[in-house]
Structures are given as C-alpha cells and as structure tokens.
C-alpha cells in the first residue's frame, strides 16, 4: 500500500485529525518519516531541529501537503530547556491549544571499536543529546499536558462528546495486578477513555541488548532512555497521559546499514508495512504493547 493510499484509507479510529504533535530531529531518517505520517494521519505537525530543513533537504512531496492542516518548523537544540520551551509553547499556539503527541527522535551515536577508545568528551556529548534531550523534552511536555482535559479516543466514542468531561474519572487502584484500563482513566457515560497526551521516546535495540557494533556510550544513553521511560509511563499514567518507547534497529538509506551483514540486509525488513505500524503506536488508541519480533518472524515480512 503506497503512503498516499494508506492516507485514504485510514479508519476514523486512528485519525489525528485536531491534535497537534512536536517531533525533534526532523530533518531525515525516522524524525522525517514521522512527521510525514503524522501529518497524513491529520495532526498539526512542528517539525524541530539542527537542521535548516526539518522535512530533509528535499521538498516534501506534494501529495503531503494535502493531509497538513497545520504545520511548521522552529530551530531547536534539544539540550537547551530555553529552546525546547519554545518549541513546545509554539505548538501550542499554533495548533489547538495543546500539545498531543511529543516524538523524541534527535539523537547522535559514535562508533568508538571498545571502550578502551572512547574519550570522555564523547561521553559527555551522547548523554547530553541523547538522554538530557529526552528529559527536558518530556519534562516540559509533561508540565503542558498535565495543564490540558483529556479528550476522548475517536475510536471510544461515536456520539455525546459534550458528556465527556462531565464524568469524574475512575478511582484509582494501585493494587498489584490492577488492570491498565482501569488506572486514572477519564472516562464518559459510555465508558470512553481520554489522554491529556502522547510522548513516543526513540530509543535502540541497542538500549535493550548488546552485541552490535561497539558503542558503550551509545548503548548506555539508549539503555537510560528505555528505563526513563518505564518510570514516567508508571509516575503520570494516573494522569492520563501515555509514554513509551520504541527501539528500532538499522534504518535502511542511511549509513547505519553499512555496519549490518548482507545477510541480514537483504530480509527487506524496511517495507512500508513496518512505517504503517509505527503510526498505529503513535494514534491514541493503540491499547496494546506488542512484544519485540525475532529474526526469524521478520524473515515473513513482505518485500515492499
């Protein structure tokens, strides 16, 4: 299904349409192909980054200008908490009033060959972009949302939308082995949920697993993103507000799958059916997390 056609048959259920999303590091590679798919789900998009073109170099396609309600770009250092209030304040202003959906994509590596060749200074940089960067980003995004109602999931809600915050939210029950649907949701008469919001963190398999090529500061920075993310997504799903991560291995068309085999190269695992997905996980009614797919699984894949 080509990225047109999939913008016209998306269901209503997983339609962004009126919320408005910030996405960093949006100039190439997954920053770029969220903000595309963000857009062409509906959302207001601003697009953050170093880079003086944060849709890449080239211009975007015309066919995606058509599914842009609202967007922009806004120059942004990730490290900075001046720069990252700024681009969160100007999402706001410029979409409706909220910030939705916070994709946190900038991040560097190096590849040091061992330990024994990294340099402090590289250390510093990785954590300074790839973990300090999140941490603001998600602080600053926490502090809006928790200021905003949560609205309803399209997907819950088929009528009586005017019912929905006049409902008090469920108590909540932090007993071991309470069902998720049941911490701090809002719900409405017919038993709809809400999200005050959306933070995706863009980690790396390399944060969960070693044995790639050899980065200790990278796989640490990565490693700190992942369980960062755990304990926000347990502190503030009482509030309605959804965290998680993904970890995404090489992407195809830039200098990462240099460093992979063949072999593994050649398993077309970088098909348009994988992006598809990965907009799935970014609308709000995606209810289930899905456990991480094997070699062998991918083999199944289809060609593009």
């Known amino acids: 299904m080509?990225?047109?056609?999939?913008?016209?048959?998306?269901?209503?259920?997983?339609?962004l349409a009126g919320r408005t999303a910030l996405i960093t590091g949006s100039s190439s590679g997954i920053g770029r192909q969220t903000a595309l798919h963000l857009a062409r789900a509906g959302a207001s998009v601003l697009c953050t980054d170093l880079q003086p073109e944060p849709l890449g170099t080239q211009k975007a396609p015309?066919?995606?200008?058509?599914?842009?309600?609202?967007?922009?770009?806004?120059?942004?250092?990730?490290?900075?908490?001046?720069?990252?209030?700024t681009a969160i304040d100007k999402s706001v202003s410029f979409g409706n009033g909220r910030l939705d959906i916070l994709v946190n994509n900038a991040g560097v590596t190096a590849f040091s060959g061992g330990i024994e060749h990294e340099s402090i200074e590289t250390l510093d940089k990785?954590?300074?972009?790839?973990?300090?960067?999140?941490?603001?980003?998600?602080?600053?995004?926490?502090?809006?949302?928790?200021?905003?109602?949560?609205?309803a999931f399209p997907a819950d809600l088929e009528e009586d939308l005017d019912s929905?915050?006049?409902?008090?939210?469920?108590?909540?029950?932090?007993?071991?082995?309470?069902?998720?649907?049941?911490?701090?949701?809002?719900?409405?008469?017919?038993?709809?949920?809400?999200?005050?919001?959306?933070?995706?963190?863009?980690?790396?398999?390399?944060?969960?697993?070693?044995?790639?090529?050899?980065?200790?500061?990278?796989?640490?920075?990565?490693?700190?993103?992942?369980?960062?993310?755990?304990?926000?997504?347990?502190?503030?799903?009482?509030?309605?507000?959804?965290?998680?991560?993904?970890?995404?291995g090489y992407l195809a068309g830039t200098a990462m799958v240099a460093d992979i085999s063949p072999e593994i190269a050649a398993l077309s695992l970088f098909n348009e059916t994988i992006f598809n997905a990965r907009t799935i996980v970014y609308t709000e009614t995606a209810k289930h997390i899905f456990p991480p797919t094997n070699r062998s699984e991918l083999r199944d894949v289809p060609p593009a």
Not at 2 to 9: D, G
Not at 67 to 80: A, E, K, M, W
Request: hydrophobic residues 35%.
């Open 2 to 15: 080509s990225f047109a056609s999939f913008a016209k048959a998306l269901p209503p259920s997983l339609s």
């Open 62 to 85: 015309s066919e995606v200008s058509r599914h842009v309600p609202t967007h922009d770009r806004q120059f942004l250092n990730v490290t900075s908490e001046a720069d990252f209030k």
């Open 126 to 151: 990785l954590m300074q972009i790839n973990i300090k960067g999140v941490w603001l980003g998600t602080k600053l995004a926490v502090q809006q949302m928790l200021t905003q109602e949560p609205l």
């Open 164 to 248: 929905f915050n006049d409902v008090p939210p469920p108590a909540y029950n932090a007993q071991p082995g309470s069902p998720i649907s049941n911490v701090g949701r809002r719900h409405n008469d017919k038993g709809a949920r809400g999200s005050r919001g959306t933070i995706i963190q863009i980690a790396s398999i390399h944060g969960l697993i070693g044995g790639g090529p050899s980065e200790p500061a990278y796989c640490a920075s990565k490693g700190a993103v992942v369980n960062l993310t755990r304990q926000i997504a347990c502190d503030y799903a009482p509030h309605s507000i959804n965290v998680n991560a993904i970890a995404p």
